[in-house]
C-alpha cells in the first residue's frame, strides 16, 4: 500500500474554508429581552385589535349568532325604539287621511278634511319639534288654539240647557238629506238654537292678538232668505257672557253681531229642511291674490282647530263649506282648490241663496278677517318663529292635490338625529315666479298703478339669462372645482323636461349620479292653479320679487324649501314674506334691488343658497 502526502487545508482568516467548519456542540445562549411598558401596550393592542375584528367578522358572518344578538340589541334598540315610534306616527296620519284620495290627478274630494286637518296638525308638531325650530313658546301654535279654547262662553242657549258644554246634533250625514230622511220629520220639529263663541282677548296669552275675534259653533240656527251673511237663533237666550262678548267686539263682526235672535214659536222659527251635515262657513277677504288667500286658507284650520275643541263629535263628520259675502266661481282663481274639500261641493250662496225654512243642524263658523297668521304681529316686523298651525296648513293644501308629506314614505325624518347630520342629497329645483305676464296685461288693459310700477323689473330677460347661463356653467365645472363633491352636478332646463320637476326625493338619485340642479320659471297669470302648485310644490329655491304670487310659497314642501325676496325701496320693510316662510321652516333671504336688477347681486345669492343646500341635503 502506497503512502501519500496530505496537505492541510487553508485555515487563515483571509481564506474561506471548504467544506465549512461545523458549529460548536452546544445551543447558542440569545440575550434576553428586556419587558418594556412599549412591548407590553403593543401585544395589548395587538390582542385587542384581533378581539374586534373577530367580533365584527363573527356578526356579520353569523348574524342569527346568539352572541349576534345579544352584542347588537343593546345598541340597535334605542334608534331601533325612536324609528318605530316614527313609522308610527307616520302610518298614524296615513290611516286618517281619506281613502277615497286615489291617486295625483284622479278626481278628489277631502269628505272629512276635519279629521284629516288634525292628522297633518299633529304631523306638524312632531316635525317642527324633529328639527329644533324655535315656536315662540307657542305663540302660533297650539298654545294660541288653547287660549282660544280656555275663554269659550255659551252666547246664546235654550232655557235649561248647559252653559259649558257644547252637544252637536246627532245627524245622518252619509248621504244627501232632504226633507223626507227617515231619520227627520218636518212634523218633528227642530230644537232651539246653541252658539258657543271662544274670544281671543280673554287669556293672557292670546290678548295681544291686533284685533278682536272670536269663532263660534252654532247648532239648529235658521236661514234668512237671500241673505248671505245673517242667521236667525230661535228659541234661546243670549248670556250675561254673550252680552259682555257683543261689546268686546265692538265693530268686528263674528256670528253673534250677523245672528237675529227670534222666538222659537214663530213661523220663521219652523223649519222645512234640515240640512244634515257639519257645515263650515268661510267668509272671504280675497279671491285671486294668492298672499291674502294662503291668510284664509290658513284661517280656516284656525277656526277649524278651536271649533272640534269646543265640539269634538264633529271631526269623523262629513263636511260642506259655505261660502258668503259675494264669493262666487267666475272670477276666484282658487276654485279648483276649495271644491276639493268638503264631500260636496261647496254652497256659494250669491250662486245657491238659502230658501225659506231652512235650517242647519252643526257648524263651525270662521273668524273675521281683520288678522291671520300671518300679518297679526305686523307687516312692518321681522318675525322668525315656526307655526305648527300654517306647517300643518301647507301640508293639507298640498295633500288636496297629492303632494304628501315627505315624512310619510321617511319616517326618519320625524327623528332628531335626522336632521342633526347632512341628510341624503336631493335634487335642486331652483324656481323663477314671473311677474312679467301680469304686468304686461295691466299696462295693455287700462290696470296699471303707481304700486305696479314700482315694481316691476325692467330687465326680467337679462337676470333669466344669467340665471341659466351661471347653472349650466357651474355644473360644467363642477367636477374640476369639487364645490358638490366627487359627482358634481348636472343642469336641466326644466323647459326643456318638464316631466323632471316632480323628481326632487332622495330615492330618484344615487350616490354615484351627479346631482342634478334644474331651473324653470312661470307666470302664474298664464297657468292654472294646479300647474302652479305642482311646480312650487316642487320646488327647492324659490325666487321672486315682492307681490301677491309669493302667496304660492304655502306649497314649498314644509322645512324643505328657501325663498329668496326682491325688493325695490318702496317695499322695503315688508315682512309678510318672512313671516310666512320662517313659520313653514324655511330659509329667507330679502335683496334690496332697484327696478333695474343687478343681476350678479342676485345669481351670487342663488348660488350660495344652491350650495347650502346641497351640502346639508
Not at 482568516?13 to 411598558?37: A, C, E, M, N
Not at 278628489?108 to 279629521?115: A, E, G, K
Request: charged share 20%; glycine share 6%.
Amino acid at each position: 500500500m502506497s503512502s501519500a502526502n496530505y496537505e492541510p487545508l487553508p485555515t487563515d482568516s483571509s481564506s474561506p474554508t471548504y467544506p465549512p467548519l461545523p458549529g460548536p456542540p452546544y445551543r447558542q445562549r440569545h440575550q434576553k429581552v428586556q419587558i418594556t411598558p412599549t412591548l407590553i401596550l403593543k401585544y395589548v393592542l395587538g390582542a385587542c385589535g384581533s378581539l374586534v375584528i373577530f367580533h365584527y367578522v363573527t356578526i356579520g358572518a353569523f348574524p342569527n349568532l346568539s352572541y349576534t344578538s345579544y352584542t347588537t340589541n343593546g345598541r340597535n334598540h334605542q334608534y331601533d325604539q325612536a324609528y318605530a315610534s316614527a313609522a308610527a306616527t307616520a302610518q298614524d296620519v296615513l290611516d286618517r287621511l281619506d281613502p277615497s284620495a286615489g291617486q295625483p290627478g284622479t278626481f278628489f274630494r277631502d269628505s272629512f278634511p276635519l279629521r284629516t286637518m288634525l292628522a297633518f296638525w299633529d304631523l306638524a308638531e312632531k316635525e317642527v319639534k324633529a328639527r329644533g325650530l324655535d315656536t315662540c313658546n307657542g305663540q302660533l301654535s297650539r298654545e294660541l288654539v288653547d287660549a282660544y279654547h280656555s275663554s269659550q262662553l255659551a252666547y246664546c242657549v235654550p232655557p235649561g240647557q248647559s252653559l259649558d258644554t257644547f252637544t252637536p246634533v246627532p245627524i245622518r250625514n252619509d248621504t244627501h238629506s232632504h226633507s223626507h230622511s227617515p231619520h227627520w220629520n218636518p212634523e218633528e220639529g227642530v230644537e232651539g238654537s246653541t252658539i258657543f263663541c271662544s274670544p281671543v282677548h280673554r287669556s293672557s296669552f292670546s290678548k295681544w292678538w291686533p284685533y278682536p275675534a272670536a269663532p263660534c259653533v252654532s247648532k239648529n240656527l235658521r236661514v234668512i232668505p237671500e241673505s248671505e251673511r245673517r242667521f236667525r237663533a230661535a228659541g234661546c237666550d243670549i248670556t250675561d257672557e254673550g252680552v259682555k262678548l257683543n261689546v268686546e267686539m265692538g265693530r268686528e263682526r263674528f256670528l253673534g253681531s250677523d245672528t237675529e235672535k227670534i222666538d222659537g214659536e214663530i213661523d220663521e222659527a219652523k223649519c222645512k229642511e234640515r240640512i244634515e251635515r257639519t257645515l263650515l262657513v268661510i267668509g272671504r277677504q280675497d279671491q285671486w291674490n294668492p298672499f291674502h288667500v294662503a291668510e284664509d286658507l290658513i284661517t280656516t284650520l284656525v277656526s277649524v282647530f278651536i271649533g272640534v275643541q269646543t265640539a269634538p263629535a264633529l271631526i269623523d263628520s262629513r263636511v260642506q263649506l259655505v261660502f258668503v259675502e259675494g264669493y262666487g266661481m267666475d272670477s276666484n282663481h282658487f276654485t279648483p282648490l276649495w271644491d276639493r274639500m268638503g264631500a260636496w261641493a261647496p254652497r256659494r250662496l250669491s250662486l245657491d241663496p238659502w230658501t225659506e225654512g231652512t235650517c242647519l243642524t252643526n257648524a263651525i263658523h270662521s273668524v273675521g278677517a281683520g288678522a291671520s297668521l300671518l300679518s297679526a304681529m305686523g307687516v312692518g316686523t321681522s318675525y322668525s318663529c315656526a307655526s305648527t298651525i300654517t306647517w300643518a296648513a301647507s301640508h293639507y293644501y298640498r295633500h288636496l292635490f297629492g303632494l304628501l308629506p315627505p315624512s310619510l314614505s321617511l319616517p326618519a325624518n320625524l327623528l332628531e338625529s335626522h336632521h342633526a347630520s347632512d341628510r341624503p342629497r336631493r335634487p335642486i329645483n331652483v324656481m323663477w315666479l314671473s311677474r312679467a305676464k301680469l304686468d304686461e296685461y295691466a299696462q295693455k288693459h287700462n290696470d296699471w298703478s303707481n304700486w305696479r310700477d314700482v315694481r316691476h323689473i325692467t330687465n326680467e330677460p337679462e337676470l333669466i339669462k344669467k340665471f341659466r347661463t351661471e347653472l349650466e356653467n357651474m355644473c360644467e365645472s363642477s367636477l374640476k372645482s369639487g364645490e358638490f363633491g366627487s359627482t358634481g352636478c348636472v343642469y336641466e332646463d326644466a323647459q326643456d323636461i318638464p316631466e323632471s320637476w316632480s323628481l326632487t326625493s332622495p330615492e330618484t338619485i344615487s350616490d354615484e349620479d351627479p346631482l342634478p340642479i334644474r331651473f324653470a320659471m312661470i307666470d302664474p297669470t298664464v297657468h292654472a292653479l294646479e300647474t302652479q302648485i305642482h311646480f312650487v310644490g316642487h320646488t327647492t329655491i324659490l325666487v321672486s320679487s315682492h307681490g301677491g304670487a309669493l302667496g304660492l310659497s304655502l306649497f314649498l314642501p314644509p322645512g324643505d324649501g328657501t325663498v329668496i325676496e326682491l325688493q325695490v325701496e318702496n317695499v322695503a320693510g315688508n315682512y309678510h314674506f318672512e313671516h310666512m316662510a320662517k313659520e313653514m321652516g324655511h330659509n329667507y333671504e330679502v335683496l334690496n334691488i332697484r327696478r333695474e336688477v343687478d343681476v350678479d347681486q342676485v345669481w351670487e345669492s342663488l348660488r350660495r343658497w344652491i350650495w347650502k343646500v346641497s351640502q346639508s341635503g
